[in-house]
């Protein structure tokens, strides 16, 4: 018996990169109904010719309209909340526009699931939540701070709320090696920000299993970080570049307006009221109540020593170790299959 078992299941966004993979993930989990939800009627479509179950059920709505959100949400025991606005241009030019989805959406999310007394959420965050630099990290991290506060206001009854943070997913959609491919299908220069550029790589196999984990192990506003290698950008390119026996040449182009060198996936803060799960970390929640003299008058020196988990100092992987793990995704597989016929 499976912790699905049974149980009537909404992924929000459920028509992206995440949540077409999460749904094809449960399809053998016993489940009584999966409700998608989103604002795209194409992949809604699409998806519902894709599976043809008639226990996955497509709703339309928008995560900033509360009443199509408590439409999908009667019923429900899981929510997997994944809509969100996540392509750092789009969200530098309209941040208005990010605050009301990954803010103002997502607290729509949470109230709705807490007064329809569903049993869990798992909202998905990423790694640009931690000190952000642009607009769609800023905006996921004031997710977070929604879903905490309403976990602290719950304490240990009625919703349990936890977050998942992970870096990049390999194969989402805007993710860096789609482009890679393209650019060398077309024969064109493989265009590289900055090779010295470090990012954590995750695949979308193991961002679901980090889900899982948290919807399994997670207590109230607990944050659960998937631990995950990283590699610099420059040996991304390379990787994909011997992998598909490319002539392209690699083109630097500079860092780009709201990118990092790298990302953080756990603060100096966090990793001191974290646990170590084995493949996962358990950062619990800052439990402060709202006496504000623990913020103003309390702190920790210990803070000071202790080292931030980012894509510097994570386990590095070299250009033979990116091709060992991009050879092992089903993407790339099929890429290679199509290029042999």
Partial sequence: ????????????????????????????????????????????????????????????????????????????????????????????????????????????????????????????????AVYPVNALGITKALMEKVVEASARNLGEKGTILTIVRYGNVLFSRGSVIPLFLKQIKENKAISVTEPNMTRFLLPLKEATGLVTFALEKGQQGDIFVRKAPSCSVGDLAQAVKNIFQSDSEIKIIGMRHGEKLYETLASKGELLRSEDMGDYLRVSIDDRDLNYNKYLNEGDMKIVKTEDYNSQNTLRMNVSEIEEMLLSQPEIISELKNRGS
Wanted: with cysteine; charged share 25%; proline share 2%.
């Fill in 1 to 128: 018996m499976t912790i699905f078992e049974g149980k009537t299941i909404l992924v929000t966004g459920g028509t992206g990169s995440f949540g077409g993979y999460f749904v094809n993930y449960l399809l053998d989990k016993n489940f009584k109904e999966i409700r998608v939800f989103s604002r795209d009627e194409l992949k809604q479509e699409e998806m519902r010719l894709r599976f043809q179950n008639p226990k996955i059920k497509f709703y339309i709505g928008d995560i900033r309209d509360r009443s199509s959100v408590d439409d999908a949400m009667s019923g429900v025991d899981y929510v997997f909340h994944a809509a969100a606005l996540k392509q750092v241009p789009t969200c530098e030019f309209f941040p208005m526009q990010a605050t009301q989805t990954n803010v103002l959406g997502s607290r729509n999310v949470i109230d709705s699931a807490i007064s329809h007394g569903v049993s869990k959420v798992v909202s998905l965050s990423t790694d640009k």
